[in-house]
Nanobody, 118 residues
Framework: QVQLVESGGGLVQPGGSLRLSCAAS????????MGWYRQAPGKQRELVAA???????NYADSVKGRFTISRDNAKNTVDLQMNSLKPEDTAVYYC????????????WGQGTQVTVSS
């Protein structure tokens, strides 16, 4: 099982960019589907982007064309590049690691706050 630590959140103006990073400790990182989720106040946690072990990706419709997920299996990291940020992107962002894509066995990071505001 991996442990996850996110970094890179903060305050940004609308239209700006942020890059989130998630560092995983533990073994067999490459077998995990890595994902980014977010939860805004009063809302359910939702999938933002995910990348499986074979490199295939999945994005929420609301972030397609603006966000890009990437992973480095040599460094055990997964990043989320967020461009053209909107106020509605404001949320706590969580890193998620699902072994073999099995969400029921997933591990979560502690979360990092992203605030988009002028």
């Amino acid at each position: 099982q991996v442990q996850l630590v996110e970094s890179g959140g903060g305050l940004v103006q609308p239209g700006g960019s942020l890059r989130l990073s998630c560092a995983a400790s533990g073994s067999n990182f490459k077998i995990y589907t890595m994902g980014w989720y977010r939860q805004a106040p009063g809302k359910q946690r939702e999938l933002v982007a995910a990348m499986s072990s074979d490199g295939s990706t999945n994005y929420a419709d609301s972030v397609k064309g603006r966000f890009t997920i990437s992973r480095d299996n040599a460094k055990n990291t997964v990043d989320l590049q967020m461009n053209s940020l909107k106020p509605e992107d404001t949320a706590v962002y969580y890193c998620n690691a699902a072994p073999g894509g099995l969400v029921g066995f997933a591990t979560w990071g502690q979360g990092t706050q992203v605030t988009v505001s002028s």
